[in-house]
């Protein structure tokens, strides 16, 4: 069980001006540099959990190598770096918008006239630029802009609460949620937002709310989803799935794009029929021996470094947290008194069209993994599928006619897997979110056990070059100038 926190975090954190962002156009150079370029679309890049601008510095370079200076601007969001990522989506997402908005305002000082918006987020990022987008809708930004490209890469769009049995997730469910302060909560969903009895990833993905409005504003809309070695985001979470169809890849003759080297898995349909020869051609008798005296080495040394740090590591990152917690409340506070740069009456608008107060407040406190099941029974699965059909009925008239991309084969073929013990929220989420049209992904990262920081290549490192892969194929078809 990979464990939620940065080393660097502890050590190393400084906390961040609010009064700086960068604008990104060459690594570095400021506007001022391409002052003769007049590109019209704005890219805005936002980092995850602990992170910073330079996790996407690969994404970012990336885009310029493929677009040029002259077609783009980069704004890498910063304001939210660090543990400020404690504070929760609802303040992210108020710092990114804000963000955006200077970075505008800038831009139109110097005469650009900024006519496009593009959104990626990393891991936390898709969700704090999920709320930022419904903050933009709210105030008529998106109204003036043409949103044109919005893609997550590993983002927990339906929370990081692992309905997987055994101790190692009861604990993350149950530790995790209470020691990354609001963020932890409002991740795995215990958080009660608003007083609306509701947590906040489900008002996130409501129909009737600004974040689904805005969301469905956009012309392209995508997610990248890892199905192995992503422990803290894994694939129903970031696929928006309700079944897992890689419990065991490896077995599996996976129908991978052409032209992406066995990364990018065909969202159309997954798995092809196993044949004899492609089974002897792919996994002869020595090559699956030696792949698992490496998985059951590897693993050995995982336990045993475990049995050695484990300990040290349990009481620096609690007594972390306890002071990271602390800090983060005291932000959060300040926030609330109107004593920072952001103003909370700026932002604090009617977050859906319907009244949602009259439920159980605590309901969602007793969201953690006491399921013992990995998947729903049949009887379950039998009263999901009905309630499904039900909810996109509803769905049809809350959701803004458009034009609805590819979807991905989950939805035809989902018979096939077993449906995990997912809670009736998460399903309700993924039932939102699919209804606004989202073409989904799978990454298999072979060469990285960090899949999680390999896919976007957060840092040069050999191992994390399928990462770029990822990044080709998104520029190929997920990002539009």
């Keep these: 069980m990979t464990l939620p926190f940065a080393w660097s975090s502890i050590f ?23 002052a003769g370029c007049r590109p019209d679309h704005l890219c805005v890049l936002v980092h995850g959990l602990w992170g910073n601008p330079s996790h996407l510095d690969y994404v970012a370079s990336a885009i310029r190598e493929r677009h040029g200076k002259e077609r783009v601007y980069i704004l890498a969001a910063q304001r939210n ?3 400020y990522t404690y504070d929760g989506i609802e303040l992210g997402g108020e710092r990114v918008a804000h963000e955006i908005e200077d970075a505008l305002d800038q831009l139109r000082a110097k005469g650009h006239a900024i006519t496009k918006l593009s959104v990626v987020g990393y891991s936390l990022g898709g969700l704090v630029a999920r709320y930022a987008i419904g903050l933009l809708e709210a105030n008529g930004t998106l109204d003036k802009l043409e949103p044109v490209n919005f893609t997550t890469f590993v983002s927990p769009h339906v929370g990081v609460r692992s309905p997987i049995k055994g101790w190692p997730s009861h604990i993350w469910n149950v530790l995790g949620a209470r020691t990354i302060s609001i963020s932890g909560r409002q ?6 937002f608003r007083g609306t009895g509701k947590p906040l990833l489900s008002l996130l993905a409501d129909p009737n709310s600004i974040f689904i409005r805005g969301l469905a504003k956009f012309k392209n809309r995508s997610v990248y989803a890892n199905i192995v070695n992503d422990r803290s985001t894994v694939f129903y979470t970031t696929a928006i799935s309700k079944v ?6 490896e077995k599996e003759n996976i129908n991978y794009l052409d032209g992406y080297e066995q990364v990018i898995i065909n969202p159309e349909k997954y798995i092809l029929p196993t044949t004899q020869e492609a089974t002897e051609e792919t996994a002869p008798y020595f090559a699956g021996l030696n792949k698992t005296f490496k998985k059951f080495y590897a693993t050995a040394l995982s336990y045993l470094f475990l049995t050695l740090f484990l300990p040290i590591a349990t009481v620096l990152f609690l007594v972390n947290s306890v002071v990271q917690n602390m800090l983060s409340q005291q932000r959060i506070k300040l926030y609330e008194q109107g004593k920072t740069d952001l103003l909370p009456g700026r932002y604090r608008v009617p977050l859906i069209m319907q009244d949602v107060r009259g439920a159980v407040e605590d309901v969602f406190e007793n969201l953690n993994a006491s399921q013992s099941n990995e998947y729903l029974s049949e009887q379950e699965r039998d009263d999901e599928e009905h309630n499904t059909r039900v909810r996109r009925q509803s769905l049809k008239s ?30 309700e989420i993924i039932d939102s979110l699919n209804a606004v049209g989202i073409k989904k992904y799978p990454v298999y990262i072979h060469k990285a056990r960090h899949s999680h920081a390999a896919i976007i290549v957060r840092m040069p490192k050999p191992g994390f070059s399928e990462g ?3 990044v080709r194929h998104w520029l190929d078809h997920g990002f539009e100038v």
Excluded: W
Excluded at 187 to 192: G, K, R, T
Excluded at 244 to 249: A, E, L, Q, W
């Design 12 to 34: 190393s954190y400084r906390p961040l001006s609010h009064d700086c962002y960068r604008l990104l156009e060459e690594m570095g150079d400021s506007l001022d540099d391409n």
């Design 81 to 83: 770096s660090g543990t």
């Design 187 to 192: 991740l795995f969903m215990i958080d009660n």
């Design 244 to 249: 897992d169809p890689f419990p065991d890849p």
């Design 398 to 427: 809350a959701v803004e006619k458009q034009p609805r991309p590819g979807i991905a084969a989950e939805e035809g073929d989902q018979s096939e897997y077993p449906l995990l013990a997912l809670t009736p929220a998460q399903f």
């Design 468 to 470: 770029k892969i990822v």
